[in-house]
Nanobody
Framework: QVQLVESGGGLVQTGGSLRLSCAVS????????MGWFRQVPGKEREIIGN????????WYAESVKGRFAVFRDNAKNTVYLQMNSLKPEDTAVYYC??????????????????WGQGIQVTVAS
């Protein structure tokens, strides 16, 4: 059974930091690229960053570039999203997802095979 379990969300003040974790089981983690997405009510789920299978390559959406960082620990089957300088517009449900590829990770939700349940991040103004 494949499981992706996010943790570390919650309420934070503007300018603060949070680190989300996504613990993965049931798949060969180092064969998968990982992505982080977020969604607010009434809007489509959007990608904010991804990381390739080895951790050697990352990509970020313009809205978070320079503030967020994705990294992974293949020994722990875990991917992380470090969020700094948080803004109220970062408030969303955040999801991690797994994409079975050794090529450049996808940026569309359809390219990811497995998803976490999502975790709420709220940034208070």
């Amino acid at each position: 059974q494949v499981q992706l379990v996010e943790s570390g969300g919650g309420l934070v003040q503007t300018g603060g930091s949070l680190r989300l974790s996504c613990a993965v089981s049931g798949i060969t983690f180092h064969n998968y690229a990982m992505g982080w997405f977020r969604q607010v009510p009434g809007k489509e789920r959007e990608i904010i960053g991804n990381i390739n299978y080895s951790g050697g390559s990352t990509w970020y959406a313009e809205s978070v570039k320079g503030r967020f960082a994705v990294f992974r620990d293949n020994a722990k089957n875990t991917v992380y999203l470090q969020m700094n300088s948080l803004k109220p517009e970062d408030t969303a449900v955040y999801y991690c997802a797994a994409d079975w590829t050794i090529r450049q990770p996808g940026r569309r939700t359809s390219e990811y095979e497995y998803w976490g349940q999502g975790i709420q991040v709220t940034v208070a103004s």
